[in-house]
Structures are given as C-alpha cells and as structure tokens.
C-alpha cells in the first residue's frame, strides 16, 4: 500500500459521511445520488465505492457514527457532573439536551425510517444499530441511577424505548411548531416526574457505596 493511503482513508470516509449528512437533510435519501455526494465532498464515485457498497450502506454508517456521537456527549456531560447533581431532575436535564445539528440528523433518520418499514432486509439492519444503541442508553442510564442511589423498577432496555420514543415524538413535533414547542421541552418537562415513578431508592445506599463515575461508556 502506497504511504499515505492509510491516513487518507478516514478523512476521505468521514468528508462523505459529512456530505451525505447535508445532501440527505436537504434533497432527501431516495432523491439524494451518489454523484451529489461525491460532488459535496469533492470526491469521485471510485472514492466513494472503495468506502460504502451503496446509499443504504452510507447511512447505516452514519447511524453508527451518530450514535457514537451521542454516547460520547452524553458520557462526558455524566462525567461533569458534581456529587450533589446526581439527582432526578438534573439527570432529565441531561437527556433533554438537544444539539444544534440535531435537525439534520432528524429529517435523514425519519426518511431511512420510513423506508425500513417498507423494506424488511432494511428493517432488520436498523433494528440492529437500534438495538445497540438502546443497549448503550439502559447500560448508562442504570449507571447514573445509581449514582443518584435509585435503579429502574422496568425493564432497562424497555425503557429505553419508551426514551427514544419521547425523544423522536417531541423532537417531530419541536421541529413543525419551535415557537410553541421548543426542542427538548417535553423531556425537560415530562422525564423527572416519569424517572420518579419508574425508579425506586436503594436500601442502604449511601455515597460510599456509589460509583466514582459513570465512565466512557455510560450514557442517558
């Protein structure tokens, strides 16, 4: 391999991924080509072949990479935390936080959404990195639990879903109506009242008894 070509590649990889993003929020998936993508990143298709075998493949990758994104963010704000915010309120907070490019992001997964249920080889990869994720969410969210000496009277990973679902219904509804729906407000609002009651204190737990920290891999 000539020197240099293993440094290229991620960059190379990550410049269509950042392309696919923007083209994909702006025109679409279905209506999104190859060649747009190429023509964003300023690359040619060969570049983009010898990373992705097609669209479908392109943005289950970005899926991944999202989804890293967003357990690393949530991990190092976990991470900040002091010991006297290791509350229910506080830990609501955390999960209500929306980013700013999170509009992009949201238009390409409700399309590719749509699409998998449509499609049932896509809906079985995207179940998946779904499933992965929600693994990631429960795994962090116990953690952080315990830290705020409470654990889930639920099931970890069915509430999870029931997160996700909060998320994705508020953020639909934030992004037709921002004004009277600011994103993120329905978490804000309706999430310390709904860990409250899906949560119970654990018998003798104490500060000493706690985690020193959530670690890289917890998130919300």
């Not at 072949?49 to 190092?76: C, I, M, P, Q, W």
Request: one cysteine or more; charged letters at 30%.
């Amino acid at each position: 391999m000539p020197r240099g070509v293993t440094g290229r590649r991620p960059r190379t990889r990550a410049a269509l991924l950042r392309a696919a993003l923007e083209t994909f929020a702006e025109h679409g998936f279905h209506a999104t080509t190859i060649e747009q993508i190429c023509e964003r990143a300023g690359y040619t298709r060969g570049a983009y072949y010898s990373n992705f075998a097609s669209k479908e493949e392109l943005f289950l990758a970005l899926f991944e990479e999202h989804g890293d994104r967003t357990v690393r963010r949530l991990a190092e704000a976990i991470d900040g935390l002091t010991p006297g915010e290791h509350t229910l309120t506080r830990i609501a907070e955390l999960a209500a936080r929306v980013e700013p490019d999170e509009r992009d992001w949201y238009l390409v997964t409700t399309e590719f959404t749509l699409h998998a249920i449509r499609d049932p080889q896509a809906a079985w990869v995207l179940a998946r990195y779904d499933e992965r994720l929600r693994a990631e969410i429960a795994r962090g969210l116990t953690l952080v639990l315990r830290r705020a000496g409470r654990e889930l009277t639920v099931e970890p990973d069915r509430f999870a879903r029931l997160l996700i679902a909060l998320r994705e219904g508020g953020l639909a509804q934030s992004y037709v109506e921002p004004v009277a729906l600011p994103p993120g407000s329905l978490e804000l609002q309706f999430l310390g009242p709904l860990l409250e009651v899906s949560t119970r204190e654990v018998p003798g737990a104490g500060p000493a008894d706690r985690p020193k920290g959530p670690g890289p891999d917890a998130v919300l």
